[in-house]
């Protein structure tokens, strides 16, 4: 079994609240892990929006949401956050002294204090419409690829035109048995690169490219053996089969509350509610700031989350460091502050 990581603080969601949160815990000396079901940080912003701007984060008259995430991680390197990324909490519950929580990659933690700053829930695949599929999944259909194995010497399907479905078909074409992509239209939405190398293989015939939709899944007890598809072959609409041993399909995602609905918290509406001096919800010492929270006022912003942030680190510097007297410090004027930052 993997071993338990403990540190002091846990922060569920790498989204800008969850990475300045690591900033503000950071100043009051106070370690954090992070964890995010997405394989890299920034939640909404990076996610949804990297390339469009964003015009009302305090002194950046524009910034990017790719950039923000940069300069958000930037700026939290001092404080040497551990990122656990693709995996999805899935439990927490109150030990003595403090909380273990564990993923659904089976890593538990034990934290001092959680905060949860998980935004709109947490980013799940959509799923094809398709009668049964739950039957096929985590056998033969995956909406990510975690073990390379489960593809090897397999007759794999990909559904989409991204960067996700492409980037797949261009790293399984060398272990699967075949590769085949299936898209509604002869046209990709992504990386330049990946559309040039996948537009080579399809040349050569290490991979087939159908366009059409998937209708059906044909198999029993979770082994998928072929697909039925409707598409155009030569000027005619058809539908037809094609064998497939492992499907994944890639349209997209979704934000779902997920597992935070069974931890026990208080919730209004899908949020969790917190009070507005410590940003704490129904459970001391479980702490929630950013989209995932809600009070009177609440603006679903990424400037009020960051000024969430810096209460709830003041709060959970009492819990953590109980007795410890904490004074008000400037980080332009304090030295203490400053060597923390490394930057004297
Ligand atoms: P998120 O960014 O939602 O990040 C939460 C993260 O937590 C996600 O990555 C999620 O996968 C993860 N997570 C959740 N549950 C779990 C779990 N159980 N296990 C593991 N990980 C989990 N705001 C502004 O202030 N200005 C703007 O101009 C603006 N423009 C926007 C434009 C668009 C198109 C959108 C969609 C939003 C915009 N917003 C804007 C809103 C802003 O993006 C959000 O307020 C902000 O992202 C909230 O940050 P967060 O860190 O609270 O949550």
Redesign the pocket.
């Given at each position: 079994a993997p071993a338990e990581i403990e540190t002091d603080a846990l922060i569920?969601?790498?989204?800008?609240?969850?990475?300045?949160a690591v900033f503000e815990l950071g100043l009051v000396d106070i370690k954090a892990h992070v964890?995010?079901?997405?394989d890299k940080?920034?939640?909404?912003?990076?996610?949804?929006?990297p390339e469009?701007?964003?015009?009302?984060?305090p002194a950046h008259p524009t910034i990017t949401?790719q950039a923000l995430t940069d300069r958000l991680l930037e700026q939290a390197r001092p404080f040497e956050p551990t990122f656990h990324f693709g995996?999805?909490?899935?439990s927490l519950r109150k030990t003595d002294g403090g909380f273990e929580v564990e993923?659904d990659l089976g890593t538990r933690f034990r934290a001092k204090v959680v905060v949860?700053?998980?935004?709109?829930?947490?980013?799940t695949p959509k799923r094809p419409p398709l009668a049964g599929i739950e039957g096929f999944e985590g056998a033969s259909v995956f909406y990510a690829v975690r073990k390379i194995d489960a593809f090897r010497d397999k007759a794999v399907l990909i559904v989409g035109g991204g960067d996700s479905a492409l980037d797949w078909t261009l790293n399984l074409q060398p272990i699967a048995k075949s590769v085949t992509l299936i898209h509604r239209r002869d046209e990709f939405r992504a990386a330049p690169d990946s559309v040039n190398k996948l537009r080579e293989l399809l040349a050569d015939g290490s991979v087939r490219f159908i366009q059409g939709q998937l209708t059906k899944l044909n198999g029993d007890s979770g082994a998928l053996r072929s697909v039925t598809i409707r598409g155009p072959v030569g000027g005619l609409d058809l539908e037809y089969d094609v064998e497939a041993e492992r499907l994944l399909p890639f349209f997209g995602l979704t934000?779902k509350?997920?597992?935070?609905a069974n931890w026990g918290l208080n919730l209004n509406e899908n949020q969790i509610a917190v009070d507005t001096a410590r940003f704490e919800t129904s459970e001391p010492g479980i702490f929630a700031?950013?989209?995932?929270n809600t009070y009177p006022g609440k603006l679903?912003?990424?400037?009020?989350?960051f000024h969430e942030a810096a209460l709830m680190a003041q709060a959970a510097q009492k819990i953590v460091y109980p007795g410890k007297r904490s004074v008000f410090q400037y980080t332009t004027s304090s030295s203490s502050l400053q060597r923390k930052l490394g930057v004297i």
């Open positions: 569920i969601g790498a989204g800008p609240v969850g990475l300045f964890i995010d079901i997405l940080p920034g939640g909404q912003c990076a996610e949804l929006y469009k701007p964003i015009y009302d984060i949401g995996q999805r909490v899935e993923t949860v700053a998980a935004g709109g829930g947490s980013f934000m509350l997920g597992p935070i700031i950013g989209d995932i679903k912003l990424i400037l009020s989350g």
